[in-house]
């Protein structure tokens, strides 16, 4: 259920800048269908590649020595 709320609020987005555009009729759907599939291939990599998954886990507690470092002063 939680992967139809992601697509939700991305069309949401989408929805949304045509509804401010100033101009609709010059809006090209081909950049936007574009982004929303380069957009979700991102999504794929970032969560299910294992190498990547381990790079981000890897950073992630890089930033937390970092953070905690800080906090004590040194």
Do not use: C, H, Y
């Not at 990599?45 to 930033?63: D, H, M, T």
């Amino acid at each position: 259920m939680e992967i139809f709320r992601g697509i939700i609020g991305l069309l949401g987005f989408v929805f949304l800048a045509f509804l401010m555009s100033e101009n609709k009729r010059k809006v090209r759907v081909k950049p936007i269908i574009f982004g929303l599939i380069l957009q979700v291939a991102v999504a794929l990599l970032l969560s299910k590649v294992n190498a990547v998954v381990v790079f981000f886990e890897w950073v992630n507690k890089a930033v937390i020595a970092l953070s905690q470092a800080t906090i004590s002063g040194t």
